[in-house]
């Protein structure tokens, strides 16, 4: 790996290194000197051989014009990696690349020199994925450096407008459909406003974007850096094009995230400055942070330049929309920073107080406390400044500006301070939830209330009486219900002699108080929370809650599963949800589809339970698990698939089930279910609920206690 030393100096080419993007960030900004390991300069040839010398031709390095000369150094750098891999050149072009770039010079200039037709080709070939891969390390490094503080930056500015915060509780609602990384944000964001007594009830849509903006930019950093750690140090055999247009794919969307992100803050940079009452900073604000509309006619820049497939103007003019939206970053920070301390520190330094906030704010927030996290930033910002003695607002400002660029001295201190805050949460652990669960606030509840009192309402109109079962059962009530899902019961420690689990249904714990009072018939109703331990993912939790209308007893064919349907049809429009459709499919007739298939009976629940993750899977991943795993035939498996493709309105599929030499009928399970069904479905059609029924062979519990 490439080491930077005490001395700042970076040693490439020795064996078993690596360049990563750190390494040319600082040898493209002369922060570092580039060093050669001896070891590959032993590896390349020093001179032409004496006998039968190869033609030499006039050869110069191209550098494309349009690159700065931060991206010149860069492109010189990989380039001199790359060479140091394994081409044969002679020793003379990696010392002439590292001379060159220890030079210092403000513009770059090669000589032309003497190359043999195989040193040009090697040359020609490298310089394009050179340039490449080194604007891609300096995009990398600054843009992972912006990620690593914009959190920061954005918890200030909460503090300073007031914002209302409260949201950020509620990102991670344990469902799976919230981004990793906007959690990671919103975590990292209540951590450094722990404490503050300055976030209040202002709403706005620019605060609580922040955990989804920021969060993106960090999901496309991780990928641009793994990307281009590759490139760095990846010989250039053969794809060229190909190269390109994936190093394109990962900078155009770093380069939207980075165009979101300055949209995002450039609006909260203003809401700081108008909370600050100083024409000089407004002035200097307004000639030195760029506008909305260059900001976009940037980014349009970048778009045209990809659309033409000119990807060294597409990465340069990238990195110049990321320039762009460091400097608003830093503004927005320097804003938060005067309107959350400016009258105490910089009122009395600055022109005799030209920057002055408002004197009932200022009061206000003097009383109040700063996040323990934005606290330790706004003090390491005034013990910067007041170690400069800055007495003008050009010369204070500029400093501020300095403190949050990666070039200087103090910055990696900056962003050690900030990591050091937001991963003290390990050891100060903040509370939080277990995964697959989540709290419901005020707002959900309004939400909630609403909805079990319309579903509880409907139950009972239909003579439901109300149930309350324990939140735990008997193991052995609960084992043996639910099939392969069993392993998903969370079992509790045994305090007093008693094995008990959570239960996981409702359903179950209903049968066991039908059970142990001998009732022959009962109508109930139950909203209330079951529990699965299971892996959370999208719109699957370990605790959640089931509203059960169960009927026990002995009754008219069909006349239960009818009036369930005709409830569920009756509450789903009464919340008023939109469109909806009702799947129904009988658990007898999934029996006889898996006997024509050909599915031993011992295997009819746990091929079940591979059906029903139909509507999560494809099914080429269902009949590879029915396959390997439950021992099914590839045509057992491919005859199942045929039937679960099936679904459609009720009396029209199941007219289809039902015609002459259909397969259900010589099938007495299915001929059975096909019976239960016609009935069910005339009924519906009577009370005309059937419009929101769908018939569907796919559907399919594991659970083992379902028989129709």
């Known amino acids: 790996m490439a080491e930077r030393g005490s001395a700042a100096v970076i040693t490439v080419g020795g064996k078993g290194s690596s360049l990563n993007s750190s390494s040319v960030y600082a040898i493209s900004n002369g922060l570092a000197q580039v060093r050669v390991d001896s070891s590959a300069l032993d590896r390349l040839s020093s001179t032409l051989p004496n006998q039968n010398p190869p033609p030499v031709t006039k050869f110069q390095i191209p550098i494309p014009k349009t690159l700065t000369l931060e991206e010149s150094r860069a492109f010189l750098t990989v380039l001199l990696n790359k060479l140091l891999l394994g081409s044969s050149i002679r020793t003379a072009f990696a010392v002439l690349i590292s001379e060159t770039l220890n030079s210092q010079t403000e513009t770059l200039q090669f000589e032309s020199v003497d190359v043999t037709e195989d040193e040009r080709i090697v040359l020609e070939k490298l310089s394009l994925p050179s340039v490449l891969s080194g604007i891609c390390a300096v995009l990398d490094h600054k843009s992972s450096a912006l990620s690593a503080i914009i959190d920061a930056v954005a918890a200030l500015s909460c503090e300073a407008s007031g914002a209302d915060v409260a949201a950020f509780n509620s990102i991670d609602s344990g469902d799976g459909f919230t981004a990793k990384e906007e959690i990671g944000v919103a975590g990292d964001l209540k951590v450094l406003l722990n404490g503050s007594k300055l976030v209040g009830k202002m709403k706005s849509e620019d605060i609580l974007e922040i955990p989804k903006i920021n969060g993106k930019l960090r999901e496309v950093v991780k990928s641009v850096h793994s990307s281009t750690r590759v490139e760095l140090n990846s010989s250039v055999k053969v794809g060229i094009s190909g190269t390109a247009k994936a190093v394109g794919a990962n900078a155009l969307a770093l380069a939207a995230a980075i165009h979101n ?217 609960l084992m043996g219900k639910y099939g392969e899902d069993s392993k998903l019961i969370y079992d509790l420690a045994d305090q007093g002699g008693e094995l008990c689990s959570l239960r996981y249904d409702l359903t179950v714990p209903f049968a066991r108080y039908v059970a142990m009072n001998g009732l022959t018939s009962f109508k109930r109703h139950q909203i209330a929370k079951v529990y699965r331990r299971d892996n959370p993912s999208k719109g699957r939790y370990r605790e959640f809650y089931q509203c059960d209308f169960d009927i026990a007893g002995q009754y008219e064919r069909m006349g239960p599963d009818f009036e369930v349907v005709k409830i569920l049809t009756e509450l789903l429009n009464e919340l008023d949800i939109g469109d909806y459709e009702i799947k129904l499919n009988h658990r007898l007739l999934l029996d006889g589809m898996l006997e024509i298939c050909g599915v031993p009976s011992e295997k009819f629940r746990t091929i079940c339970s591979s059906i029903d993750k139909l509507d999560k899977q494809s099914f080429e991943q269902i009949k590879k698990e029915m396959v390997e795993e439950k021992g099914l035939s590839v045509e057992t498996a491919d005859r199942i698939g045929t039937f679960v493709k099936e679904r459609g309105s009720p009396l029209v599929l199941l007219s289809k089930l039902r015609q002459e030499g259909s397969l259900f009928l010589e099938n007495s399970s299915a001929k059975l279910a096909l019976d239960d069904l016609e009935i069910l479905f005339q009924a519906l059609e009577k009370s005309k609920c059937i419009d929101k029924v769908v018939f569907d062979l796919s559907l399919a519990r594991g659970l083992d206690y379902y028989t129709g």
Request: charged fraction near 35%.
């Open 261 to 477: 992100l300055g949209e995002s803050s450039l609006y909260r940079a203003k809401m700081n400055l108008n909370s600050i009452n100083s024409d000089g900073l407004r002035s200097l604000f307004e000639k030195d942070c760029s506008s909305g509309d260059n900001l976009r006619k940037t980014y349009k820049l970048v778009l045209d330049a990809n659309f033409e497939e000119d990807y060294v103007k597409f990465l340069h003019e990238a990195n110049v929309l990321l320039g762009m939206v460091w400097k608003i970053v830093t503004w927005e920070a320097v804003l938060a920073f005067v309107a959350l301390e400016g009258g105490e520190l910089l009122g009395e330094k600055v022109n005799g107080g030209d920057v002055v906030v408002d004197k009932k704010s200022e009061k206000k927030k003097k009383k109040a406390v700063l996040g323990k996290g934005t606290g330790v930033i706004v003090q390491l910002i005034k013990d910067r400044l007041q170690s400069k003695s800055l007495g003008i607002l050009e010369k204070w400002s500029e400093d501020l500006f300095s403190f949050f660029d990666p070039r200087d001295p103090e910055f990696d201190g900056l962003l050690t301070k900030i990591r050091e805050i937001v991963e003290s949460n390990e050891s100060r652990r903040l509370p939080k939830l277990p995964k697959g669960t989540r709290d419901f606030a005020k707002e959900q509840m309004a939400v909630r209330e609403k909805a079990f009192s319309i579903i509880t309402e409907v139950f009972k109109r239909h003579g439901a009486m109300a149930l309350d079962t324990p939140v735990f059962e008997m193991r052995e009530t």
